[in-house]
């Protein structure tokens, strides 16, 4: 149970009602911490949308390797002053490289790519790279700690079919959700040399979503551990009501009539789900974690859970110098005693901006993107039900030195993933990709290599994995941060 302080003892269901009662009332009478929680976050105007900048993209880490097929980059975690919110002060961060979000590393599948990683944090730390599949002591999980002033070479080699769009980020013990919400996170693009849609023009965006928070004098803002707000966050995992892509608020996307875009989007926030949709037009979802569909599909919405990826297509579709913003719809993902008073409202991200040039005309999209072979389920040796409750996996929190699950490699296995409670709880495994059976025991309609699948409250999903190669311990676990942080993790270990 997440409520109440932090602490390493496995908490009770019992428990949980209790301190679930307690702070229904606590949320009943007014108090000057819940101030929070409560404000509504601050309007965009349609002024500040056209004062915003053009989107920019982080920069990307440079290979200083002369040898092809090697990609050598540094990459250094450190405290450093940087302004977060526009037109506010510098303020304290920890960032990689200098930047938040850190540098891209931008590298095809076939490529060995060693990170010089080195860290000047006041802190232990770890760099795991989120949705590769590497050996474990590369993954960068809290089985691999880098202490302050120690450094670390992560080396791994991106296998075939691994394009896509993934990420890195801190995964210390207990520590995770504050080093994101200080400035540390970053993407990986992994491409296919043959990417079908690179092969039509069509350009790219990166989109790093992240939220964070901040105090009136601009600093970031980390509640009292005694206050309501900080039994809030251990609840419903750390929101912040400033939401940022690429860094930025509400920056611009310019396009021209006709023309087709592939965004990149990483959702990078410790717990918030975005429910993305342009008022417009139709979002072409073209992929998720673990890269490209076999084909386009064409949807309103799509909810893309914390850490979670997608790729889709955007047209350029309205009238010169008109502009649409990218919206996050409202999404209840939340226990009815702590969902924020203004869960409901919709929140814009970006906008898209028609630019005055002349229209171009649009690009053939491909129906066909890649084939994604299934993991024949057939073949499965091993049927396991895993069982979320809240900050609980299988009623334990994580034990660095307990295994939960032994798996054999070249083996298949079905989990059920099952949420117990009224509170959606994404779950994460580290190493290999996964494929969706069903969710809710409705058939996934079409396939796609995961890492991430959010499970909504009161229901299960069905995911076939399977265990390739590298044996090692590996971490599954719920990717609310705060969640992740109070041990609502377990440990695969692997073996020959
Ligand atoms: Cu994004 Cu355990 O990871
Ligand atoms: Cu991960
Ligand atoms: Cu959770």
Redesign the pocket.
Known sequence: MLLGKRSNEPRLGAVAAVGVAMLASALMAPSPSLSFATKPVTPRSAEAAVASDTLREPPTLQNHSAVPGIVEVELTAAPARLQLVPGGPLVNVWAYNGTVPGPTLDVHEGDSVIVHFQNHLPETTTV?S?GLHLAAADDG?PLNPVAPGQSYDYAFRIPKGYAGTYWY?P?PDKRTTFQVAMGLFGAIIIRDRHDPLAATGIPEKLLILSDNRFNPDGSIAFPDPTSIQASIDLENGREGNVLFVNGQVMPTIPIRRGEVERWRIVNASASRVYRLALPNQQLIHVGSDGGLFEHPREVRDIVLAN?GRVEVLVRGTGAAGSAVSLEDLPYNRYMPQTRPADWDSTRTLLSLRETNALPVSPVVIPSELRPIPAIDTSEATMRRTIVMSQGLIDGKTMDLHRVDIRARLGTTEIWTVQNVVGMDHPF?L?GFHFQVLDRGGVPEPYRSWKDLVNVPKHSSVRIVVHFADFPGKW?Y?C?ILDH?DEGMMGILQTFN
């Open positions: 795991h989120h999980s980020h995964h850490s994460h580290h971490m676990h990717h992740e």
